[in-house]
């Protein structure tokens, strides 16, 4: 599988957004943070800081929708820039109308797992989505610290997509960083969201760089 990383604006400047995004264009994907206050006890950003980014930015965008109700807003972030759409399993939208309503806007569906969630809920969703995307902390904030009891879930999902024969991206979010990428990588994981350890390093394009080589060397390695 190829290793992706995906910096999150996030922990980005919000005052110099276009010139920290700029700074991490060697990724494969830019991590969007969309939070609702209400699936999520924060709010980020919206369809507006969308729009405007894509206008500056030709990346790859990886939009995490953390709300309530992503059916609802499936149509507005693929009409402002989002090319894969990630929403939560626990959200109160059903999984097949979100997937087909992102389908039908020609983006790539991906559904996530908070925590406490076990791998199993999605597993009826694997040969309907791109990706994957497994919490590593509680979904909310950047800069919290790695939940390794997370791990046998992405070994869990990556012999799932094995068994089906499913070319499955898998992703993980929080706390990654040089020594937990390795970690997430032998279990499994393939796309690798990073927010504070890129935009908190003197140079977060050098540190995508060493992101996708620590987790290169280690993929698969554990199984
Ligand atoms: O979705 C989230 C937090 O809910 C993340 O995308 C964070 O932005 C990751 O930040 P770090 O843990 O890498 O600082």
Redesign the pocket.
């Known amino acids: 599988m190829d290793i992706k990383i995906s910096p999150?604006i996030?922990?980005a400047d919000f005052a110099r957004l276009s010139a920290d995004v700029d700074k991490v264009s060697g990724a494969e994907m830019l991590?969007i943070?969309v939070m609702d206050g209400h699936f999520?006890p924060n709010i980020s950003i919206g369809t507006p800081v969308v729009k405007s980014l894509r206008k500056a930015s030709r990346m790859f965008f990886d939009v995490?929708l953390?709300i309530s109700d992503p059916l609802k807003y499936v149509g507005p972030f693929a009409d402002c820039g989002a090319d894969l759409i990630t929403f939560h399993v626990e959200s109160g939208s059903d999984p097949d109308a979100v997937i087909a309503a992102i389908r039908e806007k020609g983006k790539i569906p991906a559904i996530s797992v908070k925590p406490k969630t076990p791998a199993q809920a999605v597993y009826p969703y694997l040969d309907k989505v791109g990706m994957v995307l497994v919490m590593t902390?509680e979904?909310?904030?950047?800069?919290?610290s790695f939940m390794a009891d997370m791990l046998p879930k992405i070994k869990a999902l990556r012999q799932k997509a094995e068994e089906l024969s499913l070319d499955l991206d898998i992703q993980v979010?929080?706390?990654?960083d040089l020594n937990t990428a390795p970690l997430v990588a032998q279990a499994g994981a393939n796309v690798l969201?990073?927010?504070?350890?890129v935009f908190g390093s003197g140079d977060p394009a050098a540190m995508v760089e060493k992101l996708r080589e620590a987790a290169r060397a280690a993929y698969g390695r554990d199984r």
């Not at 979904?139 to 919290?144: L, S």
């Open positions: 999150s996030l922990s991590h943070d999520v995490h953390m902390v979904p909310g904030f950047g800069g919290q979010d929080g706390g990654i969201v990073a927010g504070s350890s």
